[in-house]
């Protein structure tokens, strides 16, 4: 199972987003997650692969200062004018709306223990297992002891999806100090069809583990 190859930059431009990926409002289980946590109090997030920008808005809306990153400038560009159209309103408290920054998952361009909540729908299941590795690492490096990872990802392996799974999880995040919460079934909608998916929590600990040493030598 290998990453996925496209040219996200022309898949955006050509619209074809909008025939698969694209859902055209914030997702229900970021916005179940959010409500539960209560109000983000200025507290930074990072939505990992954030395409056109409904779930980072739906961030700076609960209150977070969010970031979106992703590998297309098309998608930014579509990101960047959303958030332009819908104003301070669309922002964390005090009116900043988020920011988006080009990056890739497994190179984040963010110092250490940057976030505070980490959110991907629909990024890890696009990478292979040469590449989740590398995630997870990430993942750890930028997020702050306490801080939760929410994962939302296909439960099939179907091309071009790499199922998010239990044996995923154990391999590739707890050794980075990720305590993950029970892996729950759902269907990941969009404005053209359903996935079947999983959704799963996994908590940063304390514990760094051999993040620090990677870190130490990066």
């Known amino acids: 199972m290998t990453t996925t190859t496209l040219d996200w930059n022309r ?9 698969y990926w694209e859902l055209s409002r914030p997702s229900a ?21 954030c395409g056109t ?8 809306g609960a209150g977070y200062r969010a970031t979106g990153v992703d590998l ?13 159209s819908q104003g301070p309103e669309g922002g964390a408290a005090g009116g900043d709306g988020p ?13 250490e223990a940057s976030f505070d909540l980490l959110v991907d729908r629909g990024c890890l299941h696009h990478l292979g297992e040469e590449d989740r590795e590398e995630y997870a ?45 029970p892996l729950l079934p759902f269907q990941l909608e969009t404005d053209a069809m359903s996935l079947p998916a999983h959704a799963c929590v996994l908590t940063r600990t304390t514990s760094a583990g051999p993040v620090a040493d990677r870190s130490a030598a990066r």
């Not at 920011?99 to 110092?111: K, M, N, S, T, Y």
């Not at 799974?165 to 590739?172: D, E, F, S, V």
């Open 11 to 19: 898949t955006y431009r050509a619209g074809d987003h909008h025939k």
């Open 137 to 181: 690492r990430e993942a750890a490096r930028v997020l702050r002891p306490g801080g939760v990872l929410y994962l939302r990802g296909s439960r099939v392996e179907t091309f071009p999806f790499k199922p998010l799974t239990t044996g995923l999880l154990r391999r590739h995040f707890v050794p980075h100090g990720f305590e993950a919460g």
């Open 29 to 49: 289980e970021l916005v179940g997650l959010l409500a539960a946590l209560g109000p983000g109090g200025g507290r930074a997030a990072l939505d990992i692969g």
């Open 53 to 60: 920008g409904w779930d980072t808005l739906a961030l700076a």
């Open 99 to 111: 920011a988006f920054e080009q990056a890739d998952v497994r190179r984040l361009p963010f110092g």
């Open 72 to 84: 297309s400038e098309v998608a930014l560009g579509l990101a960047r004018d959303r958030a332009a």
